[in-house]
């Protein structure tokens, strides 16, 4: 079993910049891919930025050129550095993790952290 437990949210002006971290723990051997997801309210939650396990990243278009998805494997950390945040960033974020075991594939979400862009 993996754990996601995500920390670093908070409220921030437009404009401004916030990083989130997810720290894995458990069985991480399987994990081939890491990302972040968000949950506005009444929407539902979109994957933003994944990372694999050989440091491959993708990004949804909202992001892109504004978010920053990386990763520590010597600490099993997953960062993402959000910059120029917009009031339509506000969101629940939450940490997700793919794992295969077994050629069964796992996916797993973190309890999520809130993030408020107002001024």
């Known amino acids: 079993q993996v754990q996601l437990v995500e920390s670093g949210g908070g409220l921030v002006q437009p404009g401004g910049s916030l990083t989130l971290s997810c720290a894995a723990s458990g069985n991480v051997f399987g994990i081939y891919l890491m990302g972040w997801g968000r949950q506005a309210p009444g929407k539902q939650r979109e994957l933003v930025a994944t990372i694999t396990s050989k440091g491959i990243t993708n990004y949804t278009d909202s992001v892109k050129g504004r978010f920053t998805i990386s990763r520590d494997s010597a600490k099993n950390t997953v960062y993402l550095q959000m910059n120029n945040l917009d009031p339509a960033d506000t969101a629940d974020y939450y940490c997700?993790?793919?794992?295969?075991?077994?050629?069964?594939?796992?996916?797993?979400w973190g309890q999520g952290i809130q993030v408020t862009v107002s001024s």
């Open positions: 997700n993790a793919e794992e295969i075991v077994a050629n069964i594939l796992y996916d797993h």
